[in-house]
């Protein structure tokens, strides 16, 4: 899922790329003709329609090339014939005496940085330059027709220093794009980072009301108890009655705060219905690919093909698994060379159990905390980073669920995180209701 979703967002940006290109090249073009009208320099030549064509026509991100291609690569392919079309287009329009077309070298440096990274823009910065320079020196030497509308020969000296100087500035325009890039990433990692945590705090206060509220109502319940006796015991003037019938009073319009705080905060009962597992995890990831994209986590997939389903409700199930997910994602991330996350389903069909394993190789957990795992507030986090709340909610969905989490752990080494959820026998009604609901 998350290859596929890379692979979705890349096309989508080569589209856009796509666009702005042709739009580019096509202002060019009209440009040209209306320079040739007015009798401005003959840059309108086959060969230069010619490569306005390639750039707007042909070097784009059809849909029906795409399948065919490596999409990984295909972006290579389409920056390399960009620099090679941009330094023949500098060639025609006069080398350096047009340093304004230089000026889209940087384009494809900037898109190298937004669409890709590092790898990408560095790949750009070095075939612009050497493209760059092979036109400037083989026009000057004369290894290529000199052109020129000034009729102006540039001394070596005045070139070389052009030359260097526009070289120079584009692997500093690199090292901008590849930064800002960067940072973009790490901005839109954190925002995202941010959303789904608060989210989680959102579902942990509930959990916290809710768990809260049950012990305040008991000990409403003892102190109305408590005074019910001593309203009915003899020796009690009026004026005692009185208060204590006050007092009751009281109670009973606090119990009732609470219990609207109760129906406020939780949420309205669902009834559990056929659940696909393999689809609640892709679910998960499809909501914590912003952070995953961008961290030091690789993730692996063993999905076991036509799991039996279970009985259960898929947005608190999908939320279990966002929370292990976010769990590996900073276990992970505390180590400096990152790690993996590996995630994998089978079907114990001698218990009827549908199994879920999360695996990371991230710090792990200490003995002495692994007894803990599950207990509210209790979190090996940074205060900032968690309240120790997430995997108490998650033990709760799957004991509602009749389920059972185990976890194993191994300080620096990782930690494994095992669900056992009961597997259900479909029908062919209940098959059409998984599929009606999704």
């Keep these: 899922m998350a290859d596929d979703k890379l692979h979705s967002e890349l096309i989508k940006k080569y589209q856009w790329a796509g666009k702005i ?19 401005g320099y003959s840059y309108l030549t086959f060969t230069f329609v010619a490569l306005i064509f390639v750039e707007a026509i042909l070097n784009q991100p059809y849909t029906f090339l795409i399948k065919k291609v490596n999409i990984y690569r295909f972006q290579f392919y389409q920056m390399i014939a960009d620099i090679i079309v941009i330094s023949w287009v500098l060639y025609l329009m006069g080398g350096l005496e047009a340093p304004l077309v230089s000026i889209v070298y940087y384009a494809v440096i900037l898109w190298a940085g937004v669409v890709s990274g590092d790898a ?6 070095f075939s612009s330059s050497i493209f760059f320079s092979l036109v400037i020196i083989l026009e000057h030497f004369g290894a290529l027709p000199a052109i020129s509308y000034f009729n102006y020969k540039m001394p070596a000296a005045q070139m070389f220093s052009l030359l260097l100087g526009n070289v120079a500035f584009m692997f500093a325009f690199g090292y901008f794009s590849a930064h800002s890039s960067g940072v973009i990433k790490f901005l839109e990692r954190k925002r995202q980072e941010d959303s789904l945590r608060y989210m989680h705090k ?21 102190i109305k108890g408590n005074i019910q006796m001593l309203s009915i015991s003899e020796g009690q003037s009026g004026e005692q009655r009185e208060r204590l019938k006050s007092i009751i009073d009281s109670e009973s319009r606090c ?87 590996t995630i994998k389903t089978e079907y114990l069909k001698d218990k009827e159990l549908v199994g879920i394993i999360f695996t990371d190789t991230g710090t792990g957990i200490k003995q002495d905390d692994l007894k803990r795992i599950g207990e509210p507030f209790f979190t090996t986090k940074e205060p900032e980073k968690g309240a120790g709340l997430g995997l108490a909610i998650a033990y709760g969905i799957i004991a509602r669920h009749k389920g059972k989490i185990d976890v194993a752990s191994t300080a620096d080494e990782g930690a494994t995180f095992t669900i056992r959820i009961p597997a259900i026998q479909l029908t062919q009604n209940s098959a059409l209701k998984v599929d009606q609901t999704g």
């Design 202 to 222: 959102l579902l942990a206060t509930g959990y916290l009301v809710g768990g809260t509220a049950h012990d305040i109502l008991n000990y409403l319940a003892t």
């Design 120 to 125: 990408a823009v560095l790949f750009a910065v």
């Design 255 to 341: 119990a009732n705060l609470v219990y609207r705080l109760v129906r406020f905060s939780k949420e309205p009962e669902k009834e559990f219905a056929p659940t696909d597992i393999n689809k609640a995890i892709e679910d998960a990831f499809e909501l914590t690919w912003p952070l995953v994209r961008y961290s030091k986590m690789a993730v692996e997939k063993v999905l076991k093909p036509k799991i039996p389903l279970i009985l259960g409700d898929k947005d608190e199930i999908q939320e279990v698994f966002v929370t292990l997910i976010l769990n590996s994602l900073d276990a992970v991330s505390g180590k400096p060379k990152g790690g993996i996350l």
């Design 21 to 39: 290109r042709f739009i580019s090249f096509f202002l060019l073009f009209i440009f040209l003709i209306l320079m040739k009208l007015c009798g």
